[in-house]
């Protein structure tokens, strides 16, 4: 079983933890910004065994250029991961900023560009490709529909009672499908979002 960690999740208890595969961490927002139980979750994890990869949510800013601005976040990730325990993958974060739904104005042209950029300063410190995780909806008002976006591993986010989920313009399968937001997990007092693999 693969699940994701925030802060969102409070407190874990890692000892308790059974049935995960691996974990994936939120590590940064934006740029400046990191989740406040990072540090825990990451060095507890490491500490019991548990495969960790680590996530950075994205914020496109409206205002800013967008590859410059995708430049900074890339790199204030990678920063940080360097600091931390081995990864087993990495992934960007693309939905709203909160829970209002707040989302960036960006063009679908400038959207790609400011993806693209990130994705690109990734790979190249690290040599780890990244996984794109989403909702189908949300990637296709954002991206052009003639996107290259197709050949990066897809971790798709559906709740629905589907056998198969909605795929964005432009994958033809998914890597992995996140199908539940309110799991339960043994050492988390929290619902945990739930991800098999496809």
Known sequence: MTVDFSSNNGLINFDNLSGVDEVFIRTSLGYGDLDKMLHTNA??????GIPVSYYHFAYPHS?????????????????????????????????PQDAAGTD????????????????????????????????A??????????HAFGAYPLWIANYSNVSIPALPKGWD??????????GTVAGVQTKVDLTKLM
Do not use: M
Request: hydrophobic share 35%.
């Open 43 to 48: 060095n507890g994890l490491s500490r019991v």
């Open 63 to 95: 205002s800013a250029d967008p590859a410059t601005d995708a430049a900074k976040q890339a790199n204030y990730f990678v920063d940080t991961i360097q600091a931390l325990p081995k990864y087993t993958h990495l992934a960007i974060d693309l939905e």
């Open 104 to 135: 960036t104005s960006l063009s679908q042209e400038d959207y790609a560009t400011w993806l693209q950029t990130f994705l690109d300063t990734v790979e190249n410190r690290t040599g780890t490709k990244c996984i794109i995780y989403t909702y």
């Open 137 to 146: 909806d949300y990637l296709n008002r954002h991206l052009p529909d003639n």
């Open 173 to 182: 399968a998914a890597w992995a499908w996140q199908y539940s937001d309110s």
